[in-house]
T-cell receptor, first 112, second 115 residues
Framework: AQSVTQLDSQVPVFEEAPVELRCNYS??????LFWYVQYPNQGLQLLLK??????LVKGINGFEAEFNKSQTSFHLRKPSVHISDTAEYFC??????????FGAGTRLTVKP | EAGVAQSPRYKIIEKRQSVAFWCNPI?????LYWYQQILGQGPKLLIQ????????DSQLPKDRFSAERLKGVDSTLKIQPAKLEDSAVYLC?????????????FGPGTRLTVT
């Protein structure tokens, strides 16, 4: 079965600094990859997804992620973060219609 | 377009009591999911419905959890009896069958506290 590892449980960063949230996955077959964001007391919102094609995926709120098949990674990046980006970020992988596996999450805290 | 609706938003019960959560997916979405999100962890799939049929319930603790989607629209998740370790946020999500890329739309969740 597929699995996801988010390498950092917490990432503190100063406002306007760049950030990278790391995600590695494990699967024996081709996968679909997702990043979701969860603001306090809210449901999950899709940031971006990789299905096929270009390995660089651009999402909402200035985020992007790069699919690296050889390293089985799908790291999320933003060149300049805002206070409002403070949230929990989840990487997820799916190989079929029946199952989406989430990572444990990375708490991004943007400090002024 | 209205999103996924869940109620209640918060629930506090004592252990061994029963509780039920309700979810109304986005109109027309055939696939519905229930997830359990324990504090500090990612969501874990409990059950997946396709219309009114169960597609995957392999991670549902069937001795105490049950779920139904009788008419293929809204769904109810029940816990009976509850244990302390059931304290979590229960998320409902839905997806259109024709949705490329398997994007799931999530509701705000129900936060359950078992004391």
């Amino acid at each position: 079965a597929q699995s996801v590892t988010q390498l950092d449980s917490q990432v503190p960063v100063f406002e306007e600094a760049p950030v990278e949230l790391r995600c590695n996955y494990s699967s024996s077959v081709s996968v679909y990859l997702f990043w979701y964001v969860q603001y306090p007391n809210q449901g999950l919102q899709l940031l971006l997804k990789y299905l096929s094609g270009s390995t660089l995926v651009k999402g909402i709120n200035g985020f992007e992620a790069e699919f690296n098949k050889s390293q089985t990674s799908f790291h999320l990046r933003k060149p300049s973060v805002h206070i409002s980006d403070t949230a929990e970020y989840f990487c997820a992988v799916s190989v079929n219609n029946n199952d989406m596996r989430f990572g444990a999450g990375t708490r991004l805290t943007v400090k002024p | 377009e209205a999103g996924v609706a869940q109620s209640p938003r918060y629930k506090i019960i004592e252990k061994r009591q029963s509780v039920a959560f309700w979810c109304n997916p986005i109109s027309g979405h055939a696939t519905l999911y229930w997830y359990q999100q324990i504090l500090g962890q990612g969501p874990k799939l409990l059950i997946q419905f396709q219309n009114n049929g169960v597609v995957d319930d392999s991670q549902l603790p069937k001795d105490r959890f049950s779920a139904e989607r009788l008419k293929g629209v809204d769904s109810t998740l029940k816990i009976q009896p509850a244990k302390l370790e059931d304290s979590a946020v229960y998320l409902c999500a839905s997806r259109s069958t024709g949705e490329k890329g398997r994007k799931q739309y999530f509701g705000p969740g129900t936060r359950l506290t078992v004391t």
